[in-house]
């Protein structure tokens, strides 16, 4: 059984009918991942969707099989991002989202066309944008005197190695100046087809955090003026901050005794 497939494994069983408030009524996927406590999703979800559940962890530190000697074989996690948020989004957002909206227009692009959904978790504000557009997305917030996000603080990488076809994401953190505000965009790519566009030409101090992204993660940023490992040395094997990059290490003789590094001595995620 596939945990991912099945997130389902993790809710409670019943016999009551889905969809009732019956007592014995099976619970569902969306609300094991609330009662979980995921640290990704709010206690309450008060004018938002629900959880989207892209994985389902059991055990600790990924080991499966007899190789679990923790006492730990039995926890369920799941790991739950918080859904597309429903109008109105509060404070300035709604105003920031229509903005964006007319200024895509003026430009040619559909909102809807670049923009996959909007997030409001924890009073912050996330867009999920379409990688085709992101370098029009980002240039909207950056020109439109009204939205001003004119500092780029950075790009981040993340890993959901089963969250199929959408396994790689980059982070961008914008701040506007101006108006003292601050959003992030969010771009998931296949590890299959890691590419998007650089955003360097909007955001010039995006360089080096591209390339250590690129470097960390293996998402590869099209455009980019020297796009290179920064860290790694350039012929390095891999991608060190993926979730599926073995821990690596050497062995450590101690009182006679060999310990072998961390990825030979079980099997792990």
Known sequence: MNE???????????AGPVGTEAAGTPQTAVEAAYEAGSANVPAT???RGGPEVIDVRTGLFGVRGTGDTSGFGGLVR???????????????????VDLLAEVL?????????AVEAVVVDREELTLHVR????LAVCR?????????FELGLGVSGVHYPRETGRELHAVYHLVSVTHSRRLRLEVAVPDADPHLPSSVPVYPGHDWHERETYDFFGLVFDGHPGLARIEMPDDWVGH??????PLGGIPVEYKGASVPPPDERRSYN
């Open 240 to 245: 060190p901050q993926r979730k599926d990059y």
């Open 45 to 47: 979800a008060s004018g």
């Open 131 to 134: 990688r085709e557009h992101l």
């Open 105 to 113: 227009a003026e430009a040619g692009v559909a909102y809807d066309d």
């Open 4 to 14: 991912k497939d099945d997130a389902a494994a993790a809710a409670k069983a019943g």
């Open 140 to 148: 909207a917030l950056r020109d439109e005197q009204d939205l001003r």
């Open 78 to 96: 799941t790991v739950a991002m918080p859904g597309a948020s429903e109008r109105p989004y509060g404070g300035w957002f709604d105003e920031v």
